[in-house]
């Protein structure tokens, strides 16, 4: 359990440090990399779940409660080498997981602070650290999100049965790919953590002009993709 929270709290961290990132720098005022566009943040978070998963190594770098929750839907024996499928250790990767994301959401702010500081823009804030419908559309959204996540827990698993030399760099891949193609309408959760440890942050810092954490479609990113890495789970039952 020593093992799951610290390789998880760790990877998440740099995850979440690298996504918030990049969104800061392409979306916030008088950053350098202002206006850099969609594919920008796309390949932010790619190289950002790159550098997550190697530091997560011996927890299985799920960094993802879809993921964890797609191994036990799976009927997996155990997350990862050594690691047995066990109440425990699920809620361990959970917890851990949601800690890393707000940690790595802190680290985040404290990079850019001056430029949250100057910006007013209260959609631009909150953009940064959760995600949001382009078309608010709650059952829509959450079926982008339930897809957009059953395509990357699926992939990841089927990675896991058929190794390549890839290794993190397939995944990192496949997040590129899934923002490029399926992020659109929600920004691609994808993955509860990323989306509620952030908002959690966003709630509770001491940013000027913040507004509102929109709470009210906070669910969508947490349900959406937990029912996508479960059925996922289901389907690789199948293909395995």
């Known amino acids: ?51 997550g998963v190697y530091v997560a190594f011996k927890s299985g770098a799920h960094l993802n409660p879809a993921v964890t929750f797609g191994l036990l839907a799976s009927g997996a024996d155990e997350f990862a080498p050594g690691i047995a499928v066990t109440l425990p250790n699920t809620i361990a990767y959970l917890i851990a997981q949601l800690i890393g994301g707000f940690l790595g959401a802190a680290l985040a702010w404290l990079a850019y602070k001056d430029h949250y500081a100057q910006e007013t823009d209260q959609g631009a804030i909150l953009g940064t650290f959760a995600t ?15 897809i957009g996540t059953f395509v990357l827990v699926l992939v990841v698993i089927m990675f896991g049965s058929s ?42 810092a001491p940013i000027p002009h913040k507004g509102g954490s929109d709470w009210g479609y906070a669910w969508v990113p947490i349900l959406g993709p937990i029912v996508g890495g479960v059925l996922a789970g289901l389907v690789s039952m199948v293909l395995v």
């Open 132 to 146: 949001g419908p382009e078309i608010r559309n709650p059952l829509s959204n959450f079926l982008t999100e339930v």
């Open 163 to 204: 190794p390549s030399g890839l290794g993190p760099l397939a995944v990192a891949l496949l997040v590129v790919g899934i923002g490029a193609s399926l992020g659109g309408p929600t920004g691609y959760a994808i993955n509860p953590a990323r989306d509620l440890g952030p908002r959690l942050f966003h709630a509770a």
């Open 1 to 51: 359990m020593g093992t799951i929270f610290l390789y998880e709290i760790a990877g998440t961290a740099i995850l979440l440090l690298l996504g918030v990132g990049v969104v800061a720098n392409a979306i916030l005022t008088k950053t350098k990399g202002n206006g850099g566009g969609w594919l920008l943040i796309n390949f932010g978070w790619g190289l950002g779940v790159f550098a």
